[in-house]
């Protein structure tokens, strides 16, 4: 019997006051890599992903609403930072660099 391909499971939020961003964040995307199954390691990932975007997006955005999405899939999870002005995405990724991770 054939294998059916798994769909992607899409959460969208919409934090308006900046200061719960990371604690939010940190639980959405912790559950969302159980959902999607993702070994420890990789959550581990996940989650230096979230802390260097919610202090670039801290940096850049300032007090505006953290609007995301989170994608989950069948061993993936993407998340993206939603409705950004020009520069905005580059200012973000420039900010999180990590110098360790670049």
């Known amino acids: 019997m054939p294998e059916q391909a798994t769909a992607e499971q899409v959460v969208d939020v919409s934090i308006g006051d900046p200061r719960f961003a990371a604690a939010v964040l940190e639980r ?13 390691d990789r959550v581990i990932n996940a989650l230096t992903v979230v802390d260097a975007l919610v202090y670039a997006a801290d940096s850049v955005l300032g ?3 953290r ?3 989170v994608t989950i899939g069948e061993g993936t999870l993407a998340l993206r930072v939603d409705q ?17 991770v670049g």
Do not use: F, K, M
């Open 63 to 65: 007090d505006d609403p």
């Open 84 to 100: 950004l002005v020009d520069g905005q995405a580059e200012a973000i990724r420039t900010a999180a660099n990590v110098q360790s």
């Open 67 to 69: 609007n995301l999405r």
């Open 28 to 40: 959405l995307v912790s559950a969302a890599a159980a959902r999607a199954d993702l070994p420890v």
